[in-house]
C-alpha cells in the first residue's frame, strides 16, 4: 500500500472519531437541556427578557460522504475513551437596553448684576505751584548809625537759626556794618507780613526820596527783618510767660476729678489745648505765623470760644450761688438745711474751679491775639475788662454768703429723736467751708486777667515812630529796639 493511500485512511478515522463525539455532546446536551427548559417555563420570566431571542449555537455537521474519496478496507478504531460530564452554562443573555436618559435641562444663568449708577469722571487738576509774591525794590532805607545809639538800645533775643537767616537777607546790604531804620507806628505789623499793597506804597514813597548814598531793603528782606524783631520783642514780653500759662492749665485740667471733668464745661478742655498748641507754635516759629492769615483767624476764633465758655460758666455759678442765698434767708436752719448747704457749697467750690480755669483760659487767649497783632476791636465793654469785674463781683458775693451760713450754722438745731453724729459731722464739714480763703483762690485768675487787659500791642498804632538798629558781623546779625527813637 502506498503512502497515499495511507493518508487517506488516517482522514476517514479521523472523521469519525470526530463525528461519534460530537454526536455523544450533543445527545448529552439535549437530555440535560430539557429539565432545564421546563423548569424555566414553569418560572414566570421577567418583564425585561421575556421577549428576548436566545441565540442558540448552529450543529456542526460532517463533511458530506461525496466530498470523501474511496478508501481501503475499514480498520477497527480503538474505543473512545469516555470523558467525564462538564457542567453546561447557559447560553448568554444578550443585556436588556439601557433605559432612555431624559435631556439634561442647561443651566438658568444667574441674573446680571444691575449696572452701577453713573457717576461723573473725576476730572484730574494738577494744581501748579503757588507763585512767590513778587520782590519790591527800594522799600526801607537804611542809615547808618553810632556805636552809642546801639548802647543805648533794647536787645532782643534771636536764636542762631534766626540771625543766620537774617544776616543772609541782608547780606546784600554789606558786612560788619551797623544800621538803623525808622518804623511808623503800625508799620511793623505790615510789613511782618508781607502785605503787598503796604510795600508798594512804601517803594512808591520812596522814589521821593532824594538820590544819595543809601542801602535799600527790597520787600523779602524787609519782611524777614520786621517779622525777626517782631519774634524777639514777642518773645521777651509774651510768649514765654504764654507757653508756661498754658502747660500750667493743662496741669490743672488733668488734676481735676471725674465728678469735676463732668461739672466742666467740654469744649473748656478743647480751648485749652489749641491755646497750648497756638502759644508753642506762634513761640517756635513767629515769622511763618505772623505772615498765615489763616492761623491768625484760628487764633481769634479761640479768643471767641473762650469768652463763650467763660459766659456758660459765669451763668452756672451765679445760679448755684442764688441757690445758697435762698437757702441761708430761710426762716429755719436746722439739720436738713445744715446738710442741703453743705451738698451745695461743695459744688459751688467745685464750679469756681473751673471758672478760674476758664477766665485764664479768657485773659490767654486776649494775650495771643495782641501777640499775633489781632487785639479785639474796641466795642463798648471790653470782655477782659468785664470778666475781672464779672470775678470779682462773685468773690464778694461768696464772702457774704459765708457770713450769712455762718450765723445759721451757729443756731441750727438738730432733731432729737435722731441721733446727732450725723448732723455734728456735717456742721464740723460746712464750718471748714464756710472759712476757706476764697480771694485767694480767686488771685491767679484775677492777675492774668488784670495783665492781659493791660497788655500793649507790639505794634500798638499811634505810637511814635521806632528805630530798629541792626548789626552785621562776621557772617551773623543782632538786632536792638532803641528806646527813643525820634525819626533821623
Same mark, same amino acid.
Given at each position: 500500500?502506498?503512502?497515499?493511500?495511507? $493518508?487517506?485512511?488516517?482522514?476517514? $478515522?479521523?472523521?469519525?472519531?470526530?463525528?461519534?463525539?460530537?454526536?455523544?455532546?450533543?445527545?448529552?446536551?439535549?437530555?440535560?437541556?430539557?429539565?432545564?427548559?421546563?423548569?424555566?417555563?414553569?418560572?414566570?420570566?421577567?418583564?425585561?427578557?421575556?421577549?428576548?431571542?436566545?441565540? @442558540?449555537?448552529?450543529?456542526?455537521?460532517?463533511?458530506?460522504?461525496?466530498?470523501?474519496?474511496?478508501?481501503?478496507?475499514?480498520? &477497527?478504531?480503538?474505543?473512545?475513551?469516555?470523558?467525564?460530564?462538564?457542567?453546561?452554562?447557559?447560553?448568554?443573555?444578550?443585556?436588556?437596553?439601557?433605559?432612555?436618559?431624559?435631556?439634561?435641562?442647561?443651566?438658568?444663568?444667574?441674573?446680571?448684576?444691575?449696572?452701577?449708577?453713573?457717576?461723573?469722571?473725576?476730572?484730574?487738576?494738577?494744581?501748579?505751584?503757588?507763585?512767590?509774591?513778587?520782590?519790591?525794590?527800594?522799600?526801607?532805607?537804611?542809615?547808618?548809625?553810632?556805636?552809642?545809639?546801639?548802647?543805648?538800645?533794647?536787645?532782643?533775643?534771636?536764636?542762631?537759626?534766626?540771625?543766620?537767616?537774617?544776616?543772609?537777607?541782608?547780606?546784600?546790604?554789606? !558786612?560788619?556794618?551797623?544800621?538803623? *531804620?525808622?518804623?511808623?507806628?503800625?508799620?511793623?505789623?505790615?510789613?511782618?507780613?508781607?502785605?503787598?499793597?503796604?510795600?508798594?506804597?512804601?517803594?512808591?514813597?520812596?522814589?521821593?526820596?532824594?538820590?544819595?548814598?543809601?542801602?535799600?531793603?527790597?520787600?523779602?528782606?524787609?519782611?524777614?527783618?520786621? &517779622?525777626?524783631?517782631?519774634?524777639?520783642?514777642? =518773645?521777651?514780653?509774651?510768649?514765654?510767660?504764654?507757653?508756661?500759662? &498754658?502747660?500750667?492749665?493743662?496741669?490743672?485740667?488733668?488734676?481735676?476729678?471725674?465728678?469735676?471733668?463732668?461739672?466742666?464745661? =467740654? @469744649?473748656?478742655?478743647?480751648?485749652?489745648?489749641?491755646?497750648?498748641?497756638?502759644?508753642?507754635?506762634? @513761640?517756635? =516759629?513767629?515769622?511763618?505765623?505772623?505772615?498765615?492769615?489763616?492761623?491768625?483767624?484760628?487764633?481769634?476764633?479761640?479768643?471767641?470760644?473762650?469768652?463763650?465758655?467763660?459766659?456758660?460758666?459765669?451763668?452756672?455759678?451765679?445760679?448755684?450761688?442764688?441757690?445758697?442765698?435762698?437757702?441761708?434767708?430761710?426762716?429755719?436752719?436746722?439739720?436738713?438745711?445744715?446738710?442741703?448747704?453743705?451738698?451745695?457749697?461743695?459744688?459751688?467750690?467745685?464750679?469756681?474751679?473751673?471758672?478760674?480755669?476758664?477766665?485764664?483760659?479768657?485773659?490767654?487767649?486776649?494775650?495771643? !491775639? *495782641?501777640?499775633?497783632?489781632?487785639?479785639?476791636?474796641?466795642?463798648?465793654?471790653?470782655?477782659?475788662?468785664?470778666?475781672?469785674?464779672?470775678?470779682?463781683?462773685?468773690?464778694?458775693?461768696?464772702?457774704?454768703?459765708? $457770713?450769712?451760713?455762718?450765723?445759721?450754722?451757729?443756731?441750727?438745731?438738730?432733731?432729737?429723736?435722731?441721733?446727732?453724729?450725723?448732723?455734728?459731722?456735717?456742721?464740723?464739714?460746712? !464750718?471748714?467751708?464756710?472759712?476757706?480763703?476764697?480771694?485767694?483762690?480767686?488771685?491767679?485768675?484775677?492777675?492774668?486777667?488784670?495783665?492781659?487787659?493791660?497788655?500793649?500791642?507790639?505794634?500798638?498804632?499811634?505810637?511814635?515812630?521806632?528805630?530798629?538798629?541792626?548789626?552785621?558781623?562776621?557772617?551773623?546779625?543782632? *538786632? @536792638?529796639?532803641?528806646?527813643?527813637?525820634?525819626?533821623?
Amino acid at each position: 500500500m502506498t503512502t497515499t493511500a495511507w $493518508l487517506w485512511v488516517g482522514l476517514v $478515522l479521523l472523521g469519525l472519531v470526530v463525528g461519534g463525539w460530537l454526536a455523544t455532546r450533543r445527545k448529552r446536551g439535549g437530555d440535560s437541556a430539557a429539565p432545564r427548559e421546563a423548569s424555566a417555563a414553569s418560572e414566570p420570566a421577567p418583564a425585561a427578557l421575556a421577549d428576548v431571542p436566545v441565540a @442558540r449555537p448552529a450543529p456542526i455537521t460532517a463533511p458530506p460522504a461525496s466530498i470523501v474519496p474511496a478508501a481501503p478496507p475499514v480498520v &477497527a478504531a480503538p474505543s473512545p475513551v469516555a470523558t467525564p460530564p462538564t457542567a453546561v452554562l447557559p447560553p448568554p443573555v444578550a443585556p436588556p437596553p439601557p433605559a432612555p436618559v431624559p435631556p439634561r435641562a442647561a443651566p438658568v444663568p444667574p441674573p446680571a448684576p444691575p449696572p452701577p449708577p453713573e457717576e461723573p469722571v473725576p476730572v484730574t487738576v494738577i494744581m501748579a505751584p503757588r507763585p512767590p509774591a513778587p520782590v519790591i525794590e527800594h522799600v526801607i532805607a537804611l542809615e547808618p548809625a553810632s556805636q552809642a545809639d546801639w548802647n543805648s538800645a533794647l536787645p532782643l533775643p534771636l536764636s542762631v537759626a534766626q540771625a543766620a537767616s537774617l544776616a543772609a537777607s541782608l547780606a546784600a546790604a554789606g !558786612r560788619d556794618a551797623l544800621y538803623g *531804620i525808622v518804623f511808623e507806628a503800625g508799620a511793623t505789623i505790615a510789613i511782618g507780613r508781607a502785605h503787598p499793597a503796604f510795600m508798594r506804597s512804601l517803594a512808591a514813597a520812596s522814589a521821593q526820596v532824594p538820590p544819595g548814598p543809601r542801602r535799600w531793603l527790597d520787600s523779602s528782606a524787609a519782611a524777614a527783618l520786621a &517779622a525777626t524783631a517782631l519774634a524777639g520783642l514777642a =518773645n521777651e514780653r509774651y510768649l514765654e510767660a504764654l507757653g508756661d500759662e &498754658a502747660r500750667e492749665l493743662k496741669t490743672q485740667l488733668a488734676a481735676l476729678s471725674p465728678k469735676l471733668a463732668a461739672l466742666a464745661d =467740654n @469744649r473748656l478742655k478743647t480751648l485749652v489745648q489749641d491755646l497750648s498748641r497756638f502759644a508753642r507754635e506762634a @513761640r517756635d =516759629n513767629y515769622p511763618s505765623a505772623l505772615g498765615k492769615a489763616a492761623f491768625r483767624e484760628r487764633v481769634v476764633e479761640a479768643g471767641e470760644r473762650a469768652l463763650e465758655v467763660w459766659r456758660a460758666l459765669l451763668e452756672r455759678v451765679d445760679a448755684m450761688r442764688q441757690q445758697l442765698a435762698q437757702l441761708a434767708r430761710g426762716q429755719r436752719f436746722g439739720e436738713l438745711q445744715v446738710e442741703r448747704a453743705l451738698a451745695q457749697l461743695r459744688e459751688l467750690g467745685d464750679l469756681e474751679r473751673c471758672q478760674e480755669i476758664a477766665a485764664r483760659s479768657l485773659a490767654a487767649a486776649h494775650v495771643l !491775639r *495782641i501777640v499775633m497783632g489781632e487785639p479785639p476791636v474796641p466795642g463798648a465793654v471790653d470782655p477782659v475788662a468785664s470778666a475781672a469785674a464779672a470775678l470779682q463781683a462773685g468773690v464778694d458775693q461768696d464772702l457774704d454768703l459765708a $457770713l450769712s451760713l455762718s450765723d445759721g450754722e451757729k443756731a441750727a438745731r438738730g432733731d432729737p429723736y435722731v441721733g446727732k453724729g450725723e448732723f455734728e459731722a456735717n456742721r464740723a464739714a460746712l !464750718r471748714k467751708l464756710i472759712g476757706r480763703p476764697v480771694a485767694e483762690r480767686a488771685a491767679p485768675a484775677l492777675e492774668r486777667l488784670e495783665a492781659a487787659r493791660t497788655a500793649e500791642a507790639l505794634d500798638p498804632a499811634g505810637a511814635p515812630p521806632r528805630r530798629l538798629l541792626v548789626r552785621l558781623a562776621g557772617g551773623a546779625c543782632a *538786632i @536792638r529796639w532803641a528806646v527813643d527813637a525820634p525819626r533821623a
